[in-house]
C-alpha cells in the first residue's frame, strides 16, 4: 500500500512539469483535451535549419530599414598637446639650491620655481664691473681730448678716436648689463643667486631636476610647463578602417574612468605612417578638458562616417546571443527556420535593435528567438 501512494505522490509532483512541455513537443495532459497540438522539431540535414510541426506557434515579424552613419570604435590614450608644451630654460649653469615647485603642481606666469647658485652669474657681474670702469676712463679721456683740441694742443684724428673709443665702451657696459638680465639677475644688484620663473601658467608635466642637483645651460629643461585646458587624444585606427576617418570628423570620447560623461572633439591629423608590426596609424583628436582628463588615461573615441548606410532593424528579442555571436531565424520552406548569422548594432529606444549585416529590411524574422531556441533545446 505504501509503495501505491509514493508512485501516486511522484506523478501528481510531475504533472505540472510535463504540462509547461506543452508546445513544444513535450508530453500532453490527457486532462487538457483542448490544448494546442505538440510542437516537435525535425532535424534536417543542415544544421542551422530546424523543422517544426506547428510553425505559427511562432510569430514572425519583418525588418524594417533605419538610415545611419557606419562607426568605427577604437581605443586611444590622453596626451598634452605639443604646442602647449612650454620648456623652463635656465641661461645660467650652476647647483641647485632651492625647488619651490614639483611635478604635477599648477603654477601661475610669474611664479618661482627654483634658485641655483651660478658661477656664471659672478662672471658676468665682474664683467660688467670692468665695462663700467672702461667706460668712465674713457668717457674722461674724451672731455681731456675736447678740451686739448679747442686749445689746438691735438688734432682733430685724435679727438676722433677717443670719441670711438668712449662710444665702444658704452656699448660694452650695455652688453654686459643685458646679459646679466638674461641669466636672471640685476645689473644694479650684485648676487650670485639666479630665480628662475614660469614663463606660462599651466601644470608642470616634466621635471629633470632634483634638490642640490646641477643644472647646465641649455642641456637640460629643469621643468616643462603644459597648459592642459586642450589635450590630444591620439588612437590607433587600422589600416582597413582608415577610409572611415577623415580629418574635420566628429568624435565622441568617453573616457574608462568616466563612461558616463561623453566628449566631443575634431579629428585634426591622420598620421602619415603605419606601423609595421600591427598595421595601425595615429589619429589625433583635439578635445576640450572640462578639468577630469588626466594625461596618459584609456578613452574610446567612435568615429561616425559621413555617409550613411541602410541597415535593418528588428525587436530586440528577436536575436539571439549564442557563443558570443548573434543569430535570428528566418522562416524557410516545410515548415522549418533556418538561424542566421547577424552583426547587432545599437539598442533603440522603442526595445529594437539594428542589424548592420545578415539579414535585409523587409526579410521576416521569428520574433521571439529565445522561446524557438529553448523548443529546439528540448526536442533534441
Not at 6 to 19: C, D, E, H, T, W
Not at 161 to 169: G, H, M, R
Amino acid at each position: 500500500m505504501k509503495r501505491i501512494d509514493l508512485k501516486v505522490g511522484i506523478l501528481i509532483a510531475f504533472v505540472p512539469a510535463l504540462l509547461s512541455l506543452n508546445g513544444c513537443g513535450g508530453v500532453q495532459a490527457a486532462s487538457n483535451s483542448e490544448a494546442p497540438p505538440a510542437t516537435r522539431v525535425i532535424p534536417g540535414f543542415d544544421v542551422n535549419v530546424f523543422a517544426v510541426e506547428h510553425p505559427e506557434q511562432f510569430p514572425v515579424v519583418a525588418a524594417t530599414e533605419q538610415s545611419a552613419a557606419p562607426e568605427l570604435v577604437v581605443t586611444g590614450t590622453v596626451n598634452p598637446d605639443i604646442a602647449r608644451n612650454v620648456p623652463v630654460i635656465s641661461l645660467a649653469s650652476g647647483r641647485v639650491v632651492e625647488i619651490h615647485a614639483r611635478l604635477g603642481d599648477t603654477v601661475r606666469k610669474g611664479q618661482l620655481l627654483l634658485t641655483i647658485r651660478s658661477d656664471d652669474v659672478s662672471g658676468a657681474f665682474q664683467n660688467y664691473r670692468k665695462a663700467v670702469a672702461d667706460e668712465v676712463l674713457s668717457h674722461t679721456q674724451l672731455e681731456r681730448a675736447k678740451d686739448l683740441y679747442t686749445h689746438g694742443a691735438i688734432a682733430l684724428n685724435d679727438l676722433q678716436v677717443a670719441q670711438d673709443t668712449d662710444d665702444k665702451a658704452k656699448v660694452d657696459v650695455e652688453t654686459m648689463a643685458e646679459h646679466i638680465r638674461l641669466l636672471g639677475n640685476d645689473p644694479d644688484h650684485p648676487n650670485g643667486m639666479v630665480n628662475i620663473h614660469a614663463p606660462v601658467s599651466g601644470v608642470i608635466t616634466d621635471q629633470q631636476v632634483t634638490a642640490a642637483g646641477g643644472v647646465q645651460s641649455l642641456a637640460t629643461n629643469p621643468f616643462t610647463i603644459s597648459d592642459l585646458s586642450r589635450v590630444w587624444i591620439i588612437c590607433d585606427v587600422y589600416e582597413n578602417d582608415l577610409p572611415n576617418v577623415h580629418e574635420g570628423d566628429i568624435a565622441e570620447v568617453r573616457l574608462n574612468a568616466y563612461p558616463d560623461r561623453v566628449l566631443t572633439g575634431a579629428v585634426d591629423n591622420i598620421g602619415t605612417i603605419l606601423d609595421p608590426s600591427i598595421r595601425t596609424a595615429k589619429v589625433r583628436i583635439e578635445v576640450a578638458n572640462p578639468g577630469f582628463m588626466r594625461l596618459g588615461m584609456f578613452v574610446t573615441a567612435t568615429f561616425r562616417g559621413r555617409t550613411k548606410d541602410v541597415r535593418s532593424v528588428v525587436p530586440s528579442s528577436a536575436i539571439l546571443h549564442l557563443h558570443d555571436r548573434d543569430w535570428v531565424y528566418v522562416p524557410a520552406s516545410n515548415k522549418s527556420f533556418r538561424r542566421v548569422e547577424v552583426a547587432g548594432g545599437d539598442l533603440l529606444a522603442d526595445n529594437s535593435q539594428q542589424i548592420k549585416s545578415g539579414i535585409k529590411p523587409g526579410q521576416q524574422v521569428v520574433a521571439n528567438a529565445v522561446v524557438l531556441e529553448h523548443c529546439i533545446a528540448i526536442n533534441r
